[in-house]
């Protein structure tokens, strides 16, 4: 962002509408612009440019590509499931994150096989769970293992992971049964039973996370590829971890891939 500067990134400016128009001359890469609206607590700012890329998820296009795209609104409006249906075509489920210590004389004692240590220090990385074992946690970083100085030397401090699209449930819950849910798991997992209530450090709900590929996600990617296709105007291209793959490397990745794709274009409508 320091690199790009501020001329080249412009942070909590809402897309809401683009279109397309013809230049007289061809100065600027030839023929098609788009222009895209974006809206900033309301102040609206046009930007006109040869190519676009959008990459904000689905809940967020709404009808604001339907004049270049027509039919995206319809395309990611439609639900496969009661998340999808509120999310623009493609589920993205809720997730809790909840950041919790206890003193490492409450966790169980016990020497690991693996010769690691004691279960107190929890020498490791963290742990996945899974829903046959009857917990909601899904995953938990021992963040005092991984980094130093995160917390006094006698406390463990876990980042718990809960929800997702087997457990949405969470989304709508209060703070306080986050953390009673997160507690009661590590005590059946790690804790002595006596172990003090935690020290709650952090609680982030997120109601809309990572994209979900259902049944038919494949179909929704191919009507949206066509309708991409069928732009006459080329060089507008709709995408984002729905599409691309959701790791932050897949996204990366992508990125750098999508930025010759866009170079090549341009270059051709210079040629051409
Ligand atoms: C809780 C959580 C934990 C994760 N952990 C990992 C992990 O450990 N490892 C890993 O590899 N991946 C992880 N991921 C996945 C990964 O972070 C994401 O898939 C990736 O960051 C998505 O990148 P993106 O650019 O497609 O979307 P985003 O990063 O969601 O970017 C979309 C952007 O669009 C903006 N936007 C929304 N609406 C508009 C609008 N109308 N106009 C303009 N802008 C708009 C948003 O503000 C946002 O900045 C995690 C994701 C979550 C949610």
């Known amino acids: 962002m320091d690199e790009l500067g501020p001329s080249r990134v412009r942070l909590s400016w809402r897309l809401t509408n683009v279109e397309s128009g013809a230049n007289n001359n061809d100065d600027d890469g030839g023929g098609r612009y788009y222009v895209a609206t974006f809206d900033n607590d309301g102040t609206h700012r046009k930007v006109k440019a040869c190519t676009l890329v959008v990459t904000i998820p689905t809940y967020a296009i709404g009808t604001s590509l339907d004049v270049v795209l027509p039919g995206s609104a319809d395309l990611f409006g439609r639900g496969k499931s009661d998340n999808a249906k509120i999310s623009g075509g493609v589920s993205y489920p809720p997730v809790a994150s909840v950041t919790v210590a206890y003193p490492k004389s409450t966790f169980l004692d016990i020497d690991l096989a693996d010769g690691s240590g004691n279960l107190r220090d929890l020498p490791g990385f963290g742990m996945v769970s899974t829903r046959s074992a009857g917990l909601r946690i899904l995953a938990t970083l021992v963040s005092s293992s991984l980094f130093p100085g995160r917390c006094p030397m006698e406390y463990n401090l876990l980042s718990c992971t809960i929800?997702?699209?087997?457990?949405?449930?969470?989304?709508?819950?209060?703070?306080d049964d986050l953390v009673a849910v997160v507690d009661g798991d590590l005590r059946t997992m790690l804790l002595r039973p006596e172990a003090p209530h935690p020290k709650v450090l952090g609680l982030e709900i997120w109601?809309?996370?990572?994209?979900?590929?259902?049944?038919?996600?494949?179909?929704?990617?191919t009507e949206l590829k066509r309708m991409e296709d069928a732009n006459d105007a080329g060089g507008l291209w709709v995408c984002g971890n729905y599409r691309t793959g959701v790791s932050l490397t897949a996204c990366i990745n992508f990125g750098y891939n999508q930025a010759k794709v866009v170079a090549g274009h341009l270059s051709s409508k210079r040629r051409g």
């Open 163 to 175: 929800g997702g699209a087997r457990d949405e449930a969470v989304g709508a819950m209060s703070e």
């Open 207 to 221: 109601p809309r996370t990572i994209p979900q590929y259902e049944l038919g996600h494949s179909d929704t990617m």
